[in-house]
């Protein structure tokens, strides 16, 4: 399988708790995004890399989310001490932005499952 | 970054008939997507069609943008229950920088 892979897929975990996901993108791809979502809404932009370098972070990420990608290739994100309201689906897309980004086209896993008690 | 806003929200038809959806965003872009996420899965790229194409086809979908209006819509044709899916547009301001963002969707249903 060549596609975007995320582990786990499903997790959960109790409040207060540290929670970590990992996405592990096509192989080639420069740039990695993250990508939240709870029932009925769209994908909500958390932060995207191009190659190691974290490019943009949303406003609404709190200071207990943590993503890496320390070598340029897989990514993990880190929630500490999860909220309820944490509960959600966590998407992982990649892309190859080769001329700048402006044509690319992004490419999901299907996501890891987060149910905070 | 810039979020479109599909409409309609919710849309049933029977299989076979055609199914419409539209999105609007506010800035100018260099090009617009259209994805598709089957429940419980990550989205899947359809289209994408550039600030200086009018009209896309890509097997039983047909896009079509208007810049001057700054809208899309996004037509499947001889729906089937496969179809059954949430359906976002992604418009890409210029430039390439910014991260590419969704609206609600629309959550097209394809009854039997």
């Known amino acids: 399988d060549t596609g975007v892979s995320q582990d786990p897929r499903h997790k959960i975990t109790k409040r207060g708790q540290n929670v970590t996901f990992r996405c592990d993108p096509i192989s080639e791809h420069n740039r990695l995004y993250w990508y939240r979502q709870t029932l009925g809404q769209g994908p909500e932009f958390l932060t995207y890399?191009?190659?190691?370098?974290?490019?943009?972070k949303s406003r609404l990420l709190s200071d207990r989310f943590s993503a890496e990608r320390p070598k340029g290739s897989f990514s993990t994100l880190e929630i500490q001490r999860t909220e309820q309201g944490d509960s959600a689906m966590y998407l992982c897309a990649s892309s190859l932005a080769s001329d700048g980004g402006i044509n690319e086209k992004l490419f999901f896993g299907s996501g890891t499952q987060l149910s905070v008690l | 970054s810039q979020q479109g806003e599909e409409d309609p929200q919710a849309l049933s038809i029977q299989e076979g008939e055609n199914a419409t959806m539209n999105c609007s965003y506010k800035t100018s872009i260099n090009n617009l997507q259209w994805y598709r996420q089957n429940s419980g899965r990550g989205l899947v790229h359809l289209i994408l069609i550039r600030s200086n194409e009018r009209e896309k086809h890509s097997g039983r979908l047909r896009v079509t943008l208007d810049t001057s209006k700054k809208s899309s819509s996004l037509l499947i044709t001889a729906s089937r229950a496969a179809d059954t899916a949430s359906y976002f547009c992604?418009?890409?301001?210029?430039?390439?920088?910014?991260?590419?963002?969704f609206g609600k969707g629309t959550h097209l249903i394809i009854q039997p």
């Open positions: 992604a418009p890409r301001p210029g430039g390439g920088a910014d991260g590419l963002t």
């Open positions: 890399f191009q190659n190691e370098a974290q490019l943009e």
